[in-house]
């Protein structure tokens, strides 16, 4: 198993950092926070036509470019460096994986030629009032009507779901639980009986929306793979939703380490720069140690995604607890390194702070994820 980028992986990460420098620099970040749809329509287009991000991971046979996970988690760990403002995560790294992993159905073929275009914003409605991410934890109710579905329900923290096209909403059969019984619906977000409510969240780089689905029809060719069937399809989504995040805050967290650095060598206290003093260095030190260690599992775990291991699930929890918590430590003591500075406006590091405690909650907090990995080797 390679853990070295290819050149061609590098020239991507090089593209990467230089567009990003250009369109997602701290001032187009606080710009986009402060607009109704929470990303910049334009940087968003040119992300999909000119770049054609979306499409990276995305078959050639519906219209992507056909390249692994390896490429996306190498982007990705870029966009998080940057808090890329964009429905990227949503689209490409949860929609997209649950219409391939149910294989050649009409869903997907008929959505996925457009999330590699980027002319369709789709999403994954999995959460609900539990607020967790486990087949247990579906509650919405499909039943059958005619030759169709009828959706009822409530779905909770919806990433993108205010201005989604798409959402594809886990739903369960009447009379099932646990992880029987449920399946997954492509939605149109237009549809008769959905609406849409934005929350107001800590982390305002990324927006979150419930979803209230009241006795939307929906017609058979909806359906995404089988009937009752659809929970290993949602979580092998997740389990990549999952590493594609961990691999965002592996850039967060170092973006954290840089901040830090830079304030500790500038920062001038009792004569000298505050980088000089012991307590700084071990500190700067052990963030490297976090930041290097999450990279190491990250790249761990894209690799195991591409080339389809038996690990999946396993690798993908423990990916997203330690990333989770990474980088939350490294926004926390960066914020400290910067002192009372660092909870103002002007500095970015309250951002990091912010995305960072957010996206340790979403698709499972590290502690879920240590019992799931606990579950599945017995203990």
């Known amino acids: 198993m ?3 980028f290819t050149e061609e992986q590098e020239e991507l990460r090089r593209a990467a950092r230089a567009f990003l420098a250009d369109h997602s620099a701290s001032e187009q970040v606080r710009a986009a926070m402060a607009s109704d749809l929470g990303f910049d329509a334009d940087t968003w287009k040119r992300i999909a036509t000119e770049l054609g991000w979306t499409g990276v991971a995305i078959p050639e046979a519906y219209g992507g470019a056909g390249l692994g996970f390896v490429e996306l988690v190498a982007l ?26 149910a294989g050649d159905c009409a869903p997907a073929r008929e959505w996925l030629p457009a999330i590699a ?47 989604a096209d798409l959402v594809l909403v886990a739903a369960r059969r009447e009379a099932s639980a646990g992880d029987d ?23 305002q780089t990324r927006r979150f929306a419930d979803v209230s689905l009241r006795d939307v029809r929906v017609s058979a060719a909806a359906l995404v793979g089988v009937e009752g069937q659809g929970w290993p399809v949602i979580q092998r989504a997740l389990d990549l939703a999952a590493i594609a995040l961990a691999a965002e805050q592996v850039g967060g967290a ?47 775990a894209a690799c195991v995604a591409t080339e389809g291991g038996a690990e999946l699930s396993r690798v993908a929890s423990l990916c997203k607890a330690w990333c989770s918590e990474a980088y939350f430590r490294c926004a926390a003591a960066a914020l400290q390194i910067h002192g009372g500075v660092g909870f103002t ?11 960072a405690r957010s996206m340790e909650a979403f698709l499972g907090s590290p502690a879920w994820h240590r019992e799931r990995v606990a579950a599945e080797i017995g203990l």
């Open 345 to 355: 406006w002007e500095y970015d590091v309250h951002l990091h702070l912010k995305r």
């Open 181 to 203: 019984g449920v399946s997954l619906f492509a939605v149109r977000a237009a549809s008769p009986g959905v609406e849409r409510r934005a929350l107001t969240t800590m982390d």
């Open 2 to 4: 390679q853990l070295v």
């Open 254 to 300: 170092q973006r954290c380490l840089d901040l830090a650095v830079a304030y500790a060598k500038e920062r001038v206290q009792f004569g000298r720069p505050i980088g000089s003093f012991q307590a700084i260095k071990h500190k700067c030190a052990d963030m490297m140690t976090a930041v290097e260690s999450s990279r190491s599992a990250a790249y761990y």
């Open 76 to 101: 990705l760990e870029e966009m998080g460096e940057a808090l890329l403002c964009a429905p990227f995560l949503s689209s490409v790294c949860m929609a997209a994986p649950a219409l391939l992993a």
């Open 117 to 163: 275009e980027g002319r369709c914003i789709a999403t994954l409605a999995v959460a609900e009032a539990s607020g967790g991410f486990g087949g247990h934890d579906v509650a919405t109710r499909a039943r059958r009507s005619g030759d169709g579905f009828v959706l009822s329900g409530e779905k909770r923290f919806v990433l993108d779901g205010h201005c």
